[in-house]
T-cell receptor, first 112, second 117 residues
């Protein structure tokens, strides 16, 4: 079993829809949770970053962490065609030279 | 891409030849990383560096070596390229926090697409 599981999609939604992207994980030591966005043939770019449990909002994006269920989510409100990309979850734990574990990414297409 | 460049951006090479990929940063960040990205596997850490001449292995380091002689440059070498090393290679950087450990945010370069025939 992989430490981080993420559905690769693809996920197609109409413009303006609310998008929910999710990851599950097995390592209860993870404390830091990130979401990266990767456009086709580009490097990943950090989108959201949260520590431990709870919600974090940034514009149209909301990240949620439920440590009791080992489940994280990224919500995109009022989705736009420019949101079409692959979304990678990533997580890490404290101590030392931290190793970040990435999900395989979910490919999202927002249709105009 | 946060002041990170990678060269070359594309390379086709033959099995058995040595290949060196370069990562250059202008951010003066202490930590640098090499990842490979393959379908179904996501990003996997090859090697990382925590300072000049300080490097360590990641989860998929076999067949790769690295060097860092300057803060701004981190080189990845495939000693004898194999077809299984066909991949997209990303360099990433991160700052260090007040305790000297890396912060959890990593910033990625544009990638190098390597094909080994």
């Amino acid at each position: 079993q992989k430490e981080v599981e993420q559905d690769p999609g693809p996920l197609s939604v109409p413009e303006g829809a609310i998008v929910s992207l999710n990851c599950t994980y097995s390592n209860s030591a993870f404390q830091y949770f990130m979401w990266y966005r990767q456009y086709s043939r580009k490097g990943p770019e950090l989108l959201m970053y949260t520590y431990s449990s709870g919600n974090k909002e940034d514009g149209r994006f909301t990240a949620q962490v439920d440590k009791s269920s080992k489940y994280i989510s990224l919500f995109i409100r009022d989705s736009q065609p420019s949101d079409s990309a692959t979304y990678l979850c990533a997580m890490s734990y404290p101590g030392g030279y931290q190793k970040v574990t990435f999900g395989i990414g979910t490919k999202l297409q927002v249709i105009p | 891409d946060a002041g990170i460049t990678q060269s070359p951006r594309h390379k086709v090479t033959e099995t058995g030849t040595p290949v060196t990929l370069r990562c250059h940063q202008t951010e003066n960040h202490r930590y640098m990383y090499w990842y490979r990205q393959d379908p179904g596997h996501g990003l996997r850490l090859i090697h990382y560096s925590y300072g000049v001449k300080d490097t360590d292995k990641g989860e998929v380091s076999d067949g790769y070596s690295v060097s860092r002689s300057k803060t701004e440059d981190f080189l990845l070498t495939l000693e004898s390229a194999t077809s299984s090393q066909t991949s997209v290679y990303f360099c990433a950087i991160s700052e260090s926090n007040i305790s000297g450990f890396p912060t959890y945010e990593q910033y990625f370069g544009p990638g190098t697409r390597l094909t080994v025939t």
